[in-house]
């Protein structure tokens, strides 16, 4: 088997794919390897998020972000229609319930003008029943660019197109990094499935991220940990209740949206999720539990710095987590008609968060060159929604190769 290649991509989430993809499409002679340490791809945050196409409403104006929200949602809106993947503008709206969060609720309003999505308005009571007759809320904003798509979908059909376009590009599913190497003028890297072989290598490992830089030899600044999101689904019977996206007015104090409902393309409708920190970098379950993952966060001084600023909010997301009763009074705040038994536990994901040392949180994404190396380190949502778009930034940094735009 021939192990040499021109580029050599590290993690099959969507990230890594949308960026073989880019790079394939425009260098179709070129091959591939994608090197994906699970047996399926997007084992992790790709097949495990909410599957919303953000408009880029919340982010700050201009910034990394913002940008490449708003220019990856309509590459990957584009992509769909073209290639058939699953997907649905269904559009979304931010409910404020209070009279409190009508001054944030302005203020993400202005963002959104000031980002310039398409079609946003500010909705009184009425029109809120009108397109969620099952919501109470005194204002909202109505984000009708917003969607749901497929995203483990979109993944295999990156990887179809790029063997499409070149047959001896690869996807290696069970191959893990172990370290990069020069020996006898080659580069190339060890595997669990034995050596590999290239000049260009482009780091997408999301919860591994820090890890893998550092096992080149990189500093990065920061350290990932993990935070836990818990989802519900609403039962059969009480699908009915939500017709669209519905999420709260987010807590500016706090690093997360809070919990909303999402209309997923299979008709379910998943509620959440909390955020609670994670035992475990891939541990989906309340138990899940590693000492090195445990250790090296408790042990880094952002973590801490990080839980002292945010301690109310923790101990709530945390009791949240473990009783169903006060997850449904969050979503009850929405919709006032839910029952307890209108929602079940379904699955979890974790969020590979960013933390700076001073306990900062690394909001925007981060991707830095080493060498004949790029590592993306942070790569938060909008991540999912951004991938073609931030697939066009790495191949820019990457230096190797012109910025491709679709």
């Known amino acids: 088997m021939d192990r040499n290649f021109d580029l050599i991509v590290i ?59 708003t220019n990856g949602r309509k590459q990957i809106v584009a992509f769909a229609k073209e290639h058939g993947v699953a997907h649905d503008i269904c559009g979304k709206i931010i409910l404020a319930t209070e009279e409190k ?42 984000v009708p660019v917003t969607g749901i798509i497929d995203y483990v979908g979109f993944c295999k059909k990156l990887v179809e197109l790029i063997k499409a376009r070149n047959p001896k590009s690869e996807l290696f599913l069970s191959t893990q990094f ?15 499935k034995g050596n590999f072989y290239t000049q260009h290598k482009i ?31 609403l039962t059969e019977e009480a699908r009915h209740k939500v017709k669209h996206l519905i999420y709260p007015v987010p807590d500016p104090d706090f690093p997360f949206l809070g919990v909303h409902f999402t209309r997923m393309v299979d008709g379910s409708v998943e509620c959440g999720p909390n955020a609670v920190f994670s035992f475990k970098r ?15 966060s408790l042990t880094f001084p952002g973590t801490w710095k990080l839980f002292s600023r945010h301690a109310a909010q923790g101990i709530e997301e945390m009791k949240r987590a473990f009783s169903k009763k006060l997850f449904l009074d969050a979503l009850r705040k929405m919709i006032p008609e839910l029952q307890m038994e209108d929602i079940r536990p379904v699955r979890a994901g974790v969020r590979a968060q960013a ?34 778009a931030i697939a066009d930034e790495i191949l820019d940094m990457a230096g190797f190769v012109p910025k491709i735009k679709a």
């Open 11 to 69: 993690g099959g989430g969507i990230v890594g794919l949308a960026t073989a993809y880019k790079y394939q499409m425009a260098f179709p002679e070129h091959r591939i390897a994608i090197l994906e340490k699970e047996d399926h791809l997007g084992a992790h945050q790709t097949g495990r998020n909410s599957g919303v196409i953000h408009s880029g409403i919340y982010y700050k104006p201009g910034s990394f972000k913002a940008l490449n929200c």
């Open 101 to 142: 969060e009508l001054p944030i609720l302005q203020g993400i309003f202005e963002k959104g003008q000031a980002n310039q999505i398409e079609g946003i308005e500010m909705i009184g009571p009425d029109a809120i029943r009108d397109i969620e007759p099952f919501s109470r809320g005194i204002k909202a904003i109505r």
């Open 282 to 296: 891939e541990g989906y379950s309340p138990s899940s539990f590693s000492f090195k993952d445990t250790f090296e």
């Open 203 to 233: 780091f997408c490992a999301g919860l591994q991220s820090d890890r893998l830089a550092r096992k080149e030899g990189a500093k990065p600044d920061l350290k990932i940990v993990g935070f836990r999101g818990d989802y519900y689904e």
């Open 178 to 192: 172990l370290e990069s190497f020069r020996e006898d003028g080659k580069e190339g890297i060890r595997t669990n």
């Open 355 to 388: 933390l700076k040392y001073n306990g900062d949180l690394v909001d925007d994404f981060k991707i830095e060159r080493f060498g004949n190396s790029v590592h993306v380190l942070n790569a938060p949502s909008p991540a999912a929604t951004a991938s073609l």
